[in-house]
Structure formats: structure tokens, C-alpha cells
T-cell receptor
Framework: GAVVSQHPSWVICKSGTSVKIECRSLDFQATTMFWYRQFPKQSLMLMATSNEGSKATYEQGVEKDKFLINHASLTLSTLTVTSAHPEDSSFYIC??????????????FGPGTRLTVL | GQNIDQPTEMTATEGAIVQINCTYQTSGFNGLFWYQQHAGEAPTFLSYNVLDGLEEKGRFSSFLSRSKGYSYLLLKELQMKDSASYLCAGMDSNYQLIWGAGTKLIIKP
């Protein structure tokens, strides 16, 4: 089946630095990818929708200048957390829908990236 | 390899009970999650099990057997709004989530 990967799995960084997280669809093309943030034992919070070839769509309350999204190709979206602070420490998850002709989308989720900002 | 298996689709009747099964194989184990996802929305957290047994939360219960690599989500007194996809996800020793493909639950009146 379709697989979505994320890199890195873990990242620890100092406050003030920027961190880039990659989301890749491994055997299908995704014109749209979704970025979520998850706190322990809580629901996934949609941060933004990444669109290939155009600007990302951010959810209300998410700072687009802080969370930069680039959907460079049909298989890769990146989330860059700029000037990270300890409150940005979280589990970031991406997903990509595989659109099959005549059928509804199937969402595939990445394994997540655990970010710790010191 | 790591794998999560759950049925693709299930159908149940309003007011009835349904059990959605999930079997998992992960490298190490740090718990199993169940989420509900309505079309076009982000997944909503339902439960997290890391110890064997049944955890009840209102109409929803989740069960885990670590020795069998098995979990189920039990939904009671089904309502039409329970029609959704239910995702099972295991967390491995690196705290990475291994996702099932989701079970589409269809509730009929």
C-alpha cells in the first residue's frame, strides 16, 4: 500500500534555530499534503494544507511566517519551523491523500517527527 | 517489518454495537491509539492503550492484548454521527506512529 515517510524522526535543537521536516509520498503522487501537530494523547490539530505549485493554506491561529511550508514536487512537502522556541516542541505529523479515479481519497499518515526545542 | 491491519469497511445499524479489530506488529511497543476521522476533518483522538485490558470512555471502549498484538475499538449505541473512518495506530520503540489504513464505518438507520 501507499506509504508516507517523514524525516527526521527525531530532532533536538536550540531555541532560535530553524528546523526543516520533510514529508514524502513514496509510491504515489500527492498534489495536496496536510501538516498536523499533536500533543500527547490529544487529537491531531490541522496546521496547514500544502498545495503543490501554490501557496499553502493555513488554519486560523497558525503563523505562516513561523511555519513555512513548501510543496516542491508531487512527492515532497517540507515544513520549516523558524526561530523555534520550547513551546514549539511537539509531534508533527503529515498526511497525503491518494486520489484514485472514481473513488474517494484514502489518507495516508506519516510516522511523525518529534521536535524538542531546548 | 512493522504493520497494522484493520478491516477496510464495516456496516452496522443505528443503536447497535460494533467492534473494530486491529492487529499490529511493531518494533517495540509504546502504546496503541484509536482515532476517529470524518471526511475532510483532522483525526480526533479516541483512546490510548499501553497496558492490557479494557478502557471504557462513554459509548466507546478500547481493548489491548500485548501478547496477541491485538486491539479493538467497541462502539455502543451507535448513532448516525458515528459514521466515519476509524484509524488504529501503534507507536514503536522510537515513538514513531505506524498507521493502519483505517476502517470506514457505515451506520444504517
Amino acid at each position: 500500500g501507499a506509504v508516507v515517510s517523514q524525516h527526521p524522526s527525531w530532532v533536538i535543537c536550540k531555541s532560535g534555530t530553524s528546523v526543516k521536516i520533510e514529508c514524502r509520498s513514496l509510491d504515489f503522487q500527492a498534489t495536496t499534503m496536510f501538516w498536523y501537530r499533536q500533543f500527547p494523547k490529544q487529537s491531531l490539530m490541522l496546521m496547514a494544507t500544502s498545495n503543490e505549485g501554490s501557496k499553502a493554506t493555513y488554519e486560523q491561529g497558525v503563523e505562516k511566517d513561523k511555519f513555512l511550508i513548501n510543496h516542491a514536487s508531487l512527492t515532497l512537502s517540507t515544513l520549516t519551523v523558524t526561530s523555534a522556541h520550547p513551546e514549539d516542541s511537539s509531534f508533527y505529523i503529515c498526511s497525503a491523500p491518494e486520489v484514485e479515479r472514481g473513488e474517494s481519497d484514502t489518507q495516508y499518515f506519516g510516522p511523525g517527527t518529534r521536535l524538542t526545542v531546548l | 517489518g512493522q504493520n497494522i491491519d484493520q478491516p477496510t469497511e464495516m456496516t452496522a445499524t443505528e443503536g447497535a454495537i460494533v467492534q473494530i479489530n486491529c492487529t499490529y506488529q511493531t518494533s517495540g511497543f509504546n502504546g496503541l491509539f484509536w482515532y476517529q476521522q470524518h471526511a475532510g476533518e483532522a483525526p480526533t483522538f479516541l483512546s490510548y492503550n499501553v497496558l492490557d485490558g479494557l478502557e471504557e470512555k462513554g459509548r466507546f471502549s478500547s481493548f489491548l492484548s500485548r501478547s496477541k498484538g491485538y486491539s479493538y475499538l467497541l462502539l455502543k449505541e451507535l448513532q448516525m454521527k458515528d459514521s466515519a473512518s476509524y484509524l488504529c495506530a501503534g507507536m514503536d520503540s522510537n515513538y514513531q506512529l505506524i498507521w493502519g489504513a483505517g476502517t470506514k464505518l457505515i451506520i444504517k438507520p
